[in-house]
C-alpha cells in the first residue's frame, strides 16, 4: 500500500496551489479519502474530505471556501486545490485513506505560506 503526496511548496499569501496524492495497493474506489495537516507544535487535524464516489465533500471551517477536494478513481489520485492561501495555511498536509475500520496514511507534503 502507498499514499504518495506532492505538490508542496513555498507560496506568497493570497496564492493557490494544488496538492495531490497518488494511491496504489489497495482498492481506491472503495476509500473515502481525506486530507489532514500539522503544523509545528499543533495537533493533526482534519482539512477536507471526501466520499468514495466523490458524491460528498466535508471541510473545515477554517478552509471551507478556499479549499476544493476531489478525486479521479481512474488514476487512483486524490487532490487538495488551496486558493487564497493564508500564513496559518503553513503545515505538512498528509493524505489518509479509510473504509471502516482499515486506515493508510501517506506521507506529508511541506505547505508554506510566507512572504
Known amino acids: 500500500v502507498q499514499l504518495v503526496g506532492s505538490g508542496g511548496r513555498l507560496v506568497q499569501p493570497g496564492g493557490s496551489l494544488r496538492l495531490s496524492c497518488a494511491a496504489s495497493g489497495f482498492t481506491f474506489s472503495s476509500y473515502a479519502m481525506s486530507w489532514y495537516r500539522q503544523a509545528p507544535g499543533k495537533e493533526r487535524e482534519l482539512v477536507a474530505s471526501?466520499?468514495?464516489?466523490?458524491?460528498?465533500?466535508n471541510y473545515a471551517d477554517s478552509v471551507r471556501g478556499r479549499f476544493t477536494i476531489s478525486r479521479d478513481n481512474a488514476k487512483r489520485m486524490v487532490y487538495l486545490q488551496m486558493n487564497s492561501l493564508k500564513p496559518e495555511d503553513t503545515a505538512e498536509y498528509y493524505c489518509?485513506?479509510?473504509?471502516?475500520?482499515?486506515?493508510?496514511w501517506g506521507q506529508g507534503t511541506q505547505v508554506t505560506v510566507s512572504s
Open positions: 489518509k485513506a479509510h473504509w471502516n475500520s482499515v486506515i493508510y
Open positions: 471526501i466520499t468514495s464516489a466523490g458524491s460528498n465533500t
